[in-house]
């Protein structure tokens, strides 16, 4: 069993409940402000951290106006759009982070990161970030992987698009820069993506293959297939997060809305807590109903001596009598004793 993992105060791992981490990106519509609402919204919607996402739009690419440097994605919200001025756009300045990190301290959210370059490792290692995320696109980027794991921090990745090969690598290259508190993130890494796409199965096979806890980076629309991640036992789940789709952040068309993540909250912990019990028979809480069951009762008065016949009794609730399966065993026999309407049918009262 994958062992468990501390992210600040949350243990992550199969024996607890889902860690929900909340994606602010870049949400906060270039207002600092706005980014410390949404991080008061995240904390009273009952969400247990907040990630940021560390870069500029130099560190991401190149100011060039190519084709090749504009997104190409007809289902994307940014479709079209130059690269470069989409991450200027979306990137959370530098010196919003200490801030950002104190908020979150104050509301009792664990902040962290995902850093896009060594600058970036470096700026949430002075925050001191409890641990890092490599996200899907960087997962091939293997000086930032192990820039990343050096820290000593628990290590996030997120496996959007990669293949088994790529993340056999990228496990290899953090285990071999000494970093042993791995979380790897199952993704589909579209925006949004179809849920067809996310193949929640590969949580199981993720977890076996590497005995580390296994989440869901989740980019569909909706909670329903966090809420299926969870029951089957992902161990983290990270969804976007936005004030209101309608007002067109950046991620805002595949981001829930505050009150949406406190229903992934809960949602999530009670299917984690229905998601293994295989035994069968009645439970605790089950039991009391037992005695609701049907069971064979007589639906007449009848005298002593009567010859039982169909329409004499019936298969009705509650408990109390004979199991229905004993019906034909009944029909013929005689009565031993007069019985009155709503008697239960027992081996006792025949002949």
């Not at 104190?102 to 700026?123: I, K, M, N, Q, Y």
């Not at 329903?224 to 952040?249: N, P, Q, S, Y």
Request: hydrophobic share 45%; net charge negative; charged share 25%.
């Amino acid at each position: 069993m994958p062992e468990t993992i501390a992210i600040g105060p949350h243990r992550v791992g199969p024996e607890h409940p889902p860690l929900i981490v909340a994606e602010m990106s870049g949400n906060h519509g270039g207002s600092l402000a706005r980014a410390l609402v949404l991080i008061d919204a995240v904390a009273e919607a009952g969400a247990h951290a907040l990630k940021l996402q560390t870069y500029t739009a130099d560190t991401m690419t190149l100011d060039v106006d190519r084709p090749e440097f504009r997104v190409r994605a007809p289902e994307s919200p940014w479709d079209g759009e130059k690269l470069h001025a989409l991450y200027e756009r979306a990137h959370t300045p530098w010196d919003w982070h200490a801030p950002i990190f104190e908020r979150c301290r104050a509301r009792g959210l664990t902040c962290f990161s995902s850093p896009f370059d060594a600058s970036a490792v470096d700026l949430l290692e002075e925050l001191d970030a409890p641990c890092h995320k490599i996200a899907s696109f960087e997962l091939v980027d293997a000086p930032l992987v192990r820039r990343a794991a050096e820290t000593g921090k628990p290590l996030f990745l997120s496996t959007g698009m990669a293949t088994m090969e790529e993340i056999d690598g990228a496990v290899d290259i953090a285990r071999g820069a000494g970093c042993h508190e791995l979380v790897l993130m199952r993704c589909a890494s579209a925006y949004p993506a179809p849920p067809e796409d996310v193949g929640l199965a590969g949580i199981a096979v993720l977890s076996e293959r590497f005995d580390v806890p296994v989440g869901l980076s989740d980019h569909t629309l909706g909670i329903g297939v966090a809420i299926g991640a969870a029951a089957l036992g992902a161990a983290v789940i990270e969804k976007h997060v936005t004030l209101a789709r309608e007002d067109g952040d950046v991620d805002a068309a595949f981001s829930l809305e505050p009150a949406e993540l406190a229903s992934l909250v809960v949602e999530s912990e009670r299917a984690w807590r229905a998601r293994e019990r295989a035994t069968f028979g009645p439970t605790r809480a089950e039991e009391p109903f037992l005695a609701f069951r049907r069971s064979l009762w007589f639906t007449r008065d009848l005298e002593v001596g009567h010859v039982v016949e169909t329409g004499d009794l019936q298969s009705l609730r509650p408990a109390g009598g004979l199991a229905p399966r004993h019906l034909e065993e009944c029909l013929g026999r005689a009565l031993a004793k007069r019985v009155a309407r709503g008697t239960p049918v027992t081996r006792g009262v025949f002949a």
